[in-house]
């Protein structure tokens, strides 16, 4: 059980107005926080256990890419997503489905979620994609603090919680601005995926116009996306190198490129094949700024990449329709849903941040 999965997938079946299995889980999600306010680990067992990991040592990814894990150690990591998935999950939920009970029945956990955050956005951490060499200040991971104190400040807005509201906006704002100032990276004219000053480029910065840090058309986010849309170049570097403390993170910004790969888009810098999810992210940024050519040509190598029965995996290769990695993968297909909701019927769920 991720959290985060879960949320994405709550969100989808809300927007589908299918808003009784969201309820669910978020009232499972809400059995499985600490007392503290802080869920420990982004994925849970079923019975809210802490899964284990092993790895085949016979198997390998593509182009030779090892190691092949079954399990997810992830579970032991910091990921500041969490707490932003599920608040502002709940509030997402209580405005699409018109019933306030469930904030309201778990407000007291809403408040120390946000709490939570309030004390410890600032904190480094794992990230989205579950870096496991190193602890960084991600940009995804802030925007999601700042989408908790948002969202929370909403719920207590209608609950009549002033105080509380006014505390987590004033907190909010001060993650944004810390984001906005610490996040650009002026050698490559782009936010990348953390602080620091090698980090990557990341699709997953496009959560700073997905949450309302900045107008998804503001000069710094349009040179993002630029960069992103570029070919990815890749040094002499083998494959299996490829990780997350590679050598190619200290390679001149000049001989990187961006994160588009033969049509698809990958995750970050040094991806081996582009991924689903930030080709149907990258998507949605452009209908957000209606620019719906862009976001079609890119739904269009998803479903021309899915196999027969349009099933996707994570990760794919649009020149063969290889899929790798997690298949069938709920993030692909969720993702695929929801954009083709807003595109073909006019929904925005970002007008709720207005």
Known sequence: LWLRDGYLTSLTLDICGLHDEPRRFYELAFRLQDDSGEW????????????TEWIDEDLAGPNGERPIRFGNEAAGQLQLDNAGNIVHGVWMHAELSGDWTLPARYWSNIRKAADWVTENWMRPENGIWEIRERLDHWLHGKAM???CL?????IAERLGHDEDARRWRTVAETIRRDVLTRGWNAERQAFLQSYAPDAPLDISVLALAFYGLLDPRDERMTKTVALIETPLKKPNIPVTQYTTASPYAHVPASEKGGLNMWGGIARYDYAAVPFYLPTLWLARYHLMVNNRSRAEE???????????LLLMAEHFDPRTRQQWGNFPQAFSHLEMARILLEITGGFNPYRLWA
Do not use: K
Not at 40 to 51: A, E, F
Not at 150 to 154: C, L, P, V
Not at 298 to 308: E, F, G, M, N, Y
């Open 40 to 51: 420990r680990q982004p994925l849970y067992t079923i019975d809210g256990g802490n899964p």
């Open 145 to 147: 603090c700042y989408a």
């Open 150 to 154: 948002r969202a929370a400040s909403r």
């Open 298 to 308: 890119l739904i269009r190598v998803c479903l021309d990449s899915a196999t027969d």
